[in-house]
């Protein structure tokens, strides 16, 4: 279906697999070989774990490939983002994901592409300033990041994890 519809690239926001196995990883491998356009994707809990492990990063890279990385495509920037470790302080990489994407901002701000985050969590639901829950990322980590977002010039924000889309723009 997505091959007949023709668009110029996909992007899943997460949840790659229901089970972060071997088998699950090549099913959707298989899946997504068969686009016919390139298939970008941004990790998801189901993919990495709640709690993501030094283990199930390297099981997703190794399996899937990089969890946070830029395409640029016709004037924008997509931005993939683990959104996992802005959930979770995971130790060596919620800070090494925090150093990239500050940079990958600025780079971004200073080619004057139109930027695009997609990730799976999103920051919040209804209100920027809402309390901290199980389907957003917590208040101090977002505050951060809606920071550099503004100050950047990010255009929106993509995520999934949440029944319905999620769509800011900023």
Not at 29 to 44: D, E, K, Q
Not at 126 to 134: T, W
Request: glycine share 8%; hydrophobic share 45%; net charge negative.
């Amino acid at each position: 279906q997505i091959n007949e519809m023709g668009p110029d690239l996909v992007l899943i926001c997460g949840d790659l697999v229901d089970k972060a196995d071997a088998k699950s990883f090549a099913d959707f491998s298989g899946i997504r070989a068969g686009f016919t356009v390139p298939c970008h994707v941004a990790s998801g809990n189901h993919d990495v774990g709640n709690v993501p492990t030094a283990e199930s990063l390297a099981k997703y890279r190794e399996a899937i490939g990089d969890d946070y990385f830029v395409v640029e495509h016709k004037g924008y920037a997509f931005v993939i983002v683990n959104t996992q470790l802005w959930k979770v302080d995971v130790a060596g990489e919620s800070r090494k994901h925090q150093a990239w994407f500050a940079a990958a901002l600025a780079e971004l701000k200073a080619k004057w592409m139109k930027s695009v985050i997609v990730g799976h969590y999103p920051l919040f639901l209804k209100m920027a300033d809402e309390a901290e829950e199980y389907f957003n990322i917590p208040v101090a980590v977002r505050e951060e990041i809606l920071g550099l977002m503004v100050e950047k010039g990010v255009v929106a924000f993509r995520a999934r994890h949440w029944c319905s889309d999620l769509e800011v723009a900023l």
